[in-house]
């Protein structure tokens, strides 16, 4: 069984020239802040295990995050956090039936973004 192709179809492999919604881009964000957190989580749990294992444990830890590398990972780790929070309230909305259509897609994505930043630049304000 032979399927027939179009093969003057336009091929662009050029991924620098195609041009995509916000709509995908703060859902490849959602999807990356996802594995973030996945991959952060390990050392989230060493950081919260060995803090109540002792009190030395919650110095060593606490002197971990006085280093200035620390506490950029530590923002990182928890601005993926809050955005994957952010866009995830966004699918609950949606779910709900609320912003299904096109240019509330548009939207809500926009407010997702805008949302993200602001508390991602308030989470650095707080952490350092």
Excluded at 7 to 33: E, M, Q
Excluded at 111 to 125: P, Q
């Amino acid at each position: 069984m032979k399927i027939a192709v179009n093969s003057k179809r336009p091929v662009n492999l050029d991924l620098r020239t195609i041009k995509l919604p916000v709509t995908a881009y703060t859902s490849i964000a959602h999807r990356v802040s996802g594995i973030i957190l996945f991959i952060a989580i390990a050392g989230l749990l060493w950081m919260l295990s060995t803090s109540l294992s002792s009190e030395a444990g919650f110095e060593q830890v606490k002197a971990c995050l006085q280093n200035p590398f620390a506490k950029l990972v530590l923002w990182g780790v928890l601005s993926a956090l809050l955005y994957h929070l952010v866009a995830g309230i966004r699918h609950l909305v949606m779910d709900a039936g609320v912003g299904e259509s096109l240019e509330g897609g548009r939207l809500g994505s926009k407010l997702v973004i805008v949302i993200a930043v602001v508390l991602i630049v308030l989470l650095g304000v707080w952490i350092w």
